[in-house]
Structure formats: structure tokens, C-alpha cells
């Protein structure tokens, strides 16, 4: 092949590896973000505030909540009109945003963990 040809196949793979990673970063934000919304809608919460922490996470460290799973800052109120805030930790440990699993660490108690 010449220069020219393996140049626009170059070109063409980088262009579809960035279509891929846009796609995939896509599909972990809003996968992320639908699992919150389940969790709070089962246990009869609204969202009143909610922020991805990617930095900032909270108890979350690195190593108890890896790096494929999001981590969100959320203020909520539940049925009796109690307003609490905490953070959330979106999927599985292993599978990432695939599973659904929340852990949440809210602000006064200790850990709790839904399935």
C-alpha cells in the first residue's frame, strides 16, 4: 500500500476510536444518572440536588469505588418531607455501570447499601 493509503486508514481508525469513546462516555453518563433516578424513585425520594463528583468523592475513595463507577453528591427528601445529603456510588464493583448496585454514605449515618 502507499503512504497515502495507510494515511486516510489511519486517519479513518482514529476518527472511529473517537466516535467509539464518545459513544461509550455517553452511554456511562447517562447509565450512571438512570441508576439514581431508580434508586430514588424506589425508595421514594426526590432529587432536590445532585452532582457528579469525579474528583471529589467523598468516602468513595479510589479503591472502594473504582474509577468505572460514577459518584454523585445528592441533597434529597423522602416521603415525610426529611431533607438528607450524601453521597452515591453508581454500579457494580467488577461491572461498572452494567449492574445495578447503589451504595450510598449518607452525611450522618453510616454506610448503606442497596441492590
Given at each position: 500500500?502507499?503512504?497515502?493509503?495507510?494515511?486516510?486508514?489511519?486517519?479513518?481508525?482514529?476518527?472511529?476510536?473517537?466516535?467509539?469513546?464518545?459513544?461509550?462516555?455517553?452511554?456511562?453518563?447517562?447509565?450512571?444518572?438512570?441508576?439514581?433516578?431508580?434508586?430514588?424513585?424506589?425508595?421514594?425520594?426526590?432529587?432536590?440536588?445532585?452532582?457528579?463528583r469525579n474528583f471529589s468523592r467523598g468516602?468513595?475513595?479510589?479503591?472502594?469505588?473504582?474509577?468505572?463507577?460514577?459518584?454523585?453528591?445528592?441533597?434529597?427528601?423522602?416521603?415525610?418531607?426529611?431533607?438528607?445529603?450524601?453521597?452515591?456510588?453508581c454500579g457494580g464493583l467488577w461491572t461498572?455501570?452494567?449492574?445495578?448496585?447503589?451504595?450510598?454514605?449518607?452525611?450522618?449515618?453510616?454506610l448503606d447499601k442497596y441492590l
Amino acid at each position: 500500500m502507499s503512504t497515502s493509503a495507510w494515511t486516510a486508514i489511519e486517519v479513518f481508525l482514529v476518527m472511529v476510536g473517537g466516535f467509539v469513546a464518545v459513544a461509550y462516555m455517553g452511554w456511562f453518563y447517562s447509565r450512571s444518572a438512570m441508576l439514581l433516578e431508580h434508586w430514588a424513585k424506589s425508595n421514594g425520594y426526590e432529587i432536590l440536588h445532585s452532582e457528579i463528583r469525579n474528583f471529589s468523592r467523598g468516602p468513595f475513595f479510589v479503591w472502594r469505588c473504582f474509577q468505572k463507577r460514577n459518584v454523585y453528591y445528592v441533597k434529597i427528601r423522602d416521603q415525610n418531607g426529611n431533607e438528607r445529603s450524601g453521597w452515591v456510588c453508581c454500579g457494580g464493583l467488577w461491572t461498572g455501570q452494567s449492574e445495578v448496585k447503589i451504595e450510598v454514605q449518607w452525611e450522618d449515618k453510616p454506610l448503606d447499601k442497596y441492590l
